[in-house]
């Protein structure tokens, strides 16, 4: 592709935050020396990367599990600790002091080295997570904290196998996936640490060491004669450049998260490095879907490497399968890109169901393990994460979970009964989960009434009505229905309008109707208002939710 036809195809898909503040960033992705890619049917271009389909085996899985684990779980005290413990008052920043001591002589490098993952048993939690009925598992591969957790030759020094576990941690994981049978993924997050980070670059604005810069600029020279000798803080933290717009705002770096809104712009060899490392995950560890944690593609609209990464990863797969069997996730999509990878909803949901799969997000927890939930003991329950995923499923989706995962690298007792439960119902309730489709509508009940609009990335999770027995969600495969009745009815009876006597819904005549779990077959009855169904003397262990086979 020559540098006009490139301009052109970027040109086309150059959103308007690429106008006014970033336009010379924007710009750059056109001086830039060449683009690479692998050979093959898809090339750097959204225009290109449109011809996506989603792989069969990907619809069929529906549920995922995610490992979101790094040295930012060593404190136990919730997500973004590498960020918020430079943000003076914060709690994360209180909690660092006491813990730790401040941020400017132990920062975030310090905590890396104190994660040493000494209880981490990838074969026995992907075993467990197996028995729970997921199909995928994704593991963190690095987040917004600059961290790989592999072996990289790019971020050679701060990296799992050099640092902290000394150990490589995606091969780990893996390894055990493998092992399981389960598909494996990736989570990239780090194309966010040059601005991300910069809360590193402050200093106290008041008490005692007022002034004093936190640890955000250290250099290689700063090190000698500390445990860190040798090492360039520099590799990790990026912040080798003046500051964002706004940036002492603590809530800056959300709204800069689409590179605009006077977003600091990364360099091109920040970004070429970036490009570097996640060629060498894919290229060493062989991930099926890799999830970005970006709006569309890591460092759009400033760089082209997003879209080089996709049709790397495309590619490749085509390379390995004969077909293309890699699955990308990407988050706020227009109705384009949405046709170039799978949009993803962090913690949140479609009110409808979707043309194309999409995938929902969600953890138990914190994002990154935080111990006081679990002393609260305000985890998800595992009805409520059933719920969510039949819900997701009845609308084209699938669901991915993360069970956070202790600094040593195990999951408390909390976490472990949760799976568990879930394991259980899914051997109960999973064969209206699996390679289904959705029906000809989601659902019915009051839960399906006033929906709360999607923002941004999603986040309208628990913001809908609770469920009733009157909430039923839908999905099909082959000549079956099935209907998963969200909460259980006390007199025993489930009405269902939408096969009422005559609807257009139903194009034959129901033949049966089972219980998944024992089989046993019900009796039913038609009227104007409702199919009923008389369930009464068959309550199920878990009768939460639970779900009927219609034939």
């Known amino acids: 592709m020559n540098r006009r036809d490139l301009i052109k195809q970027l040109a086309i898909g150059v959103p308007a935050l690429a106008l006014g503040k970033n336009l010379n960033a924007a710009q750059n992705i056109f001086n830039a020396p060449g683009i690479g890619y692998l050979p093959g049917p898809f090339k750097p271009t959204w225009e290109s990367l449109s011809a996506y389909k989603t792989p069969d085996w990907f619809r069929n899985a529906k549920f995922g599990i995610w490992a979101h684990w790094g040295p930012q779980c060593e404190p136990e005290y919730g997500d973004w600790y590498a960020q918020e413990m430079y943000m003076e008052g914060s709690k994360k920043y209180k909690y660092h002091l006491e813990k730790y001591g401040h941020p400017s002589k132990f920062g975030f490098k310090d905590v890396i080295n104190e994660w040493k993952a000494d209880q981490w048993n990838p074969e026995e939690l992907l075993s467990l997570y197996k028995k729970a009925g997921a ?55 780090a194309a966010h640490a040059w601005t991300w980070l910069e809360t590193a670059q402050r200093a106290d604005l008041k008490g005692d060491l007022a002034g004093v810069p936190y640890d955000g600029k250290l250099t290689a020279a700063d090190g000698k004669g500390k445990w860190w000798d040798g090492l360039n803080p520099q590799d990790l933290y990026a912040q080798n450049h003046p500051l964002s717009e706004d940036s002492q705002d603590n809530d800056a770096s959300g709204k800069q998260w689409d590179w605009g809104n006077g977003a600091a712009i990364p360099s091109k060899a920040y970004c070429e490095k970036f490009y570097n490392r996640t060629v060498e995950l894919i290229d060493n560890y062989g991930p099926d879907l890799i999830y970005f944690d970006d709006t569309a593609l890591p460092l759009w609209p400033v760089s082209d490497v997003g879209l080089r990464l996709a049709s790397y990863m495309y590619n490749k797969s085509i390379q390995k399968n004969n077909e293309l069997e890699a699955v990308i996730f990407g988050k706020i999509l227009d109705k384009q890109q949405r046709k170039c990878m799978v949009w993803d909803i962090e913690r949140g949901h479609s009110n409808e169901i979707e043309p194309l799969p999409w995938q929902a997000d969600t953890c138990i927890g914190s994002w990154h393990y935080d111990r006081t939930i679990y002393n609260k003991k305000s ?91 009157e909430d039923i969600r839908f999905t099909t495969k082959g000549n079956a229905i099935y209907a998963v009745v969200m909460a259980w009815p006390e007199n025993g009876i489930v009405q269902i309008k939408s096969m009422k006597q005559g609807s257009s819904y139903l194009e034959k005549a129901i033949s049966s109707i089972g219980l998944l779990g024992t089989g046993q077959n019900l009796s039913f009855k038609q009227n104007e208002n409702y199919l009923e169904i008389d369930i009464k003397d068959y309550k199920p262990k878990l009768a939460y939710t639970f779900a009927l086979k219609i034939v």
């Open 135 to 189: 199909k995928y598992f994704m593991a963190l591969a690095n987040h917004h904290d600059n961290f790989d957790l592999y072996k990289s030759t790019y971020q050679k020094k701060w990296n799992s196998t050099q640092i902290g576990p000394k150990k490589d941690i995606i091969k780990g994981w893996e390894k055990a996936a493998r092992a399981n049978g389960m598909y494996f993924g990736v989570s990239v997050h």
């Open 379 to 469: 985890y998800k329950s595992a009805k409520t994460v059933v719920q969510i995923m039949a819900d997701v499923v009845s609308k084209n989706g699938n669901f991915l979970l993360s069970i956070p995962v202790r600094g040593n690298g195990s999951i408390d007792e909390l976490e472990r009964a949760i799976v568990e439960e879930v394991g259980e119902w899914m051997q109960a309730n999973s064969d209206a989960i699996y390679d289904t489709r959705p029906w000809k509508v989601f659902g019915e009940g009051p839960s399906t009434e006033n929906n709360q609009a999607l923002k941004d990335q999603g986040f309208n999770e628990g913001k809908s009505k609770p469920f009733t027995p």
